[in-house]
Antibody, heavy 121, light 113 residues
Framework: QVQLLQSGAQVMQPGASVKVSCKASEYSLIHNYIDWVRQAPGQGLEWMGRINPKSGDTYYVEKYQGRVTMTRDLSSNLAYMELNSLTADDTAVYFC???????????????WGQGTSVTVS | QSALTQPASVSGSPGQSITISCTGTSSDVGDYDYVSWYQQHPGKAPKLIIFDVNHRASGVSDRFSGSRSGNTASLTISGLQAEDEADYYCISYISRNTLENFLFGGGTKLTVL
């Protein structure tokens, strides 16, 4: 069963950095874009950006440019999202999600990780 | 303020049909065939239910359907069941030159009475 398995919850101090991992299971990471989405407590979903695991090319939402870095380790089938200079406003659940191949569907998010809770306090 | 506008809440009784709207502009919802819908139960990850405006994701009940008219996309759930109670989000994808974006709706809470 295709899955994305994320790292566990973290509590961080203001000003610190957090790195969340996302492991592709039962498929090769290289074949699909990985997007990162966050959800603050009681709020809606917010897109942060994406990485093309094949090339390493990234696109970040302007709000996060300069503060977020998305990377991948193809040998381990892992994608990472690192967010720096954390504030209380970064307290949220962070999701990684996969895009299906373009031959199957237009840009959407067909498989989601279980989410990683990040608390900044 | 979200890029796409959804009603904050809708409700219906078991067996009834409901429709959730998702309003954008002629530059996003009205211009791209890339509207998708997601269901999210409390404490869970979102689940894709509709992609490319009106295509059901694998394994999704045919009680769920998507459509679009102009700048407004809609998700219809027929034969409401208790398990449909959840939050629903629409997303529109846009790409112009070097700019790309997933625009999210603010989410709609569906209550099954």
């Amino acid at each position: 069963q295709v899955q994305l398995l994320q790292s566990g919850a973290q509590v961080m101090q203001p000003g610190a950095s957090v790195k969340v991992s996302c492991k592709a299971s039962e498929y090769s990471l290289i074949h699909n874009y990985i997007d990162w989405v966050r959800q603050a407590p009681g709020q809606g979903l917010e897109w942060m950006g994406r990485i093309n695991p094949k090339s390493g090319d990234t696109y970040y939402v302007e709000k996060y440019q300069g503060r977020v870095t998305m990377t991948r380790d193809l040998s381990s089938n892992l994608a990472y999202m690192e967010l720096n200079s954390l504030t209380a406003d970064d307290t949220a659940v962070y999701f990684c999600a996969r895009r299906p191949p373009l031959m199957m569907a237009g840009p959407c998010l067909d498989v989601w990780g279980q989410g990683t809770s990040v608390t900044v306090s | 303020q979200s890029a796409l506008t959804q009603p904050a809440s809708v409700s219906g009784s078991p067996g009834q049909s409901i429709t959730i709207s998702c309003t954008g502009t002629s530059s996003d919802v009205g211009d791209y065939d890339y509207v998708s819908w997601y269901q999210q139960h409390p404490g869970k990850a979102p689940k894709l239910i509709i992609f490319d405006v009106n295509h059901r994701a694998s394994g999704v009940s045919d009680r769920f359907s998507g459509s679009r008219s102009g700048n407004t996309a809609s998700l219809t759930i027929s034969g409401l069941q208790a398990e449909d109670e959840a939050d629903y989000y629409c997303i529109s994808y846009i790409s112009r030159n070097t700019l790309e974006n997933f625009l999210f709706g603010g989410g709609t809470k569906l209550t099954v009475l």
